[in-house]
């Protein structure tokens, strides 16, 4: 039964794809925009988006917490039209549509070839962080979640490696070995912190416990290497801001959980920052 609702999805997703590529960048942002809207809430728990706004988000009300929704619906419209204008993105015909802020932090990583691991959320379209860093001339490899639609997985993986970061690490214990292949190799990481993880411990978000990665952590106890934050909101329908902070020193002896919770603790500032960037629909708290 899965695999049918895999299909569906899959050929709604493609046929999407081709009317974007018609329409052209900006008015297939809008329109998927509209679209998702729509659409999206049906394969989505209402409930629980909802209980994730209003017991992260305290003292706003069900208008806030609607509108916040709506807004976050339509950031998922947009996103996926962006898939179908990737290779634009990677070839800098759209550089007028994202402002990066923070270049120098960027230029000393490049110059002192020193890796780091850049984190982040999943925040509006995430996407393009790992793209950007890699085409500042970083050597990145971006640990990824598979889709759990096996179909669309293919097109994703593929699209991912083309455009978005070409060494791509698959989440798992292969991936952690990969990973620290490529670290040695001078490779930085780049890992969104903000997904369920099972292998994870629990720590402090949004003022509840959230099973987190320790990936960063372990990281930063095995080599000493410093943490980036990197951030990216849509700050109009079209365009984004991408903001690289100053790298985090821990110390080597720092705890998983000490360090865990610094960058939860960062992830929460972003969030309550501006809610409508955030993609609510994960079981995070779970």
Known sequence: MKKIKYLIEFFFIIILFLVFKLLGYRIASNFSSFIVSIVGPIFRSKKMIRNNIQKSLTLIDDNETSKIIN???????????DYIFIKNFRLGKLDQYIQIEGHEILDKIKIEKKPVIFISGHFNNFELMAMQIEKYGINTAAIYRPLNNIFLNKIMESIRIKYICKKQIKKGMTGIRQMIQFFKKNYSIAIMI????????????????????????????????????????????????????????FKKEDSLLNITDHLNGWLEKMIKNDPNQWIWTHNRWK
């Open 71 to 81: 807004n976050m619906w339509s950031n998922y419209g947009r996103i996926l039209s």
């Open 194 to 249: 903000d997904q369920r993880v099972s292998e994870g411990i629990n720590s402090n978000l949004c003022g509840r416990p959230a099973l987190t990665t320790t990936i960063p952590a372990q990281m930063v106890r095995k080599f000493g290497c410093d943490v980036v934050p990197v951030y990216i909101k849509r700050t109009n329908k079209l365009n984004y801001k991408m903001k690289v902070f100053k790298p985090i020193t």
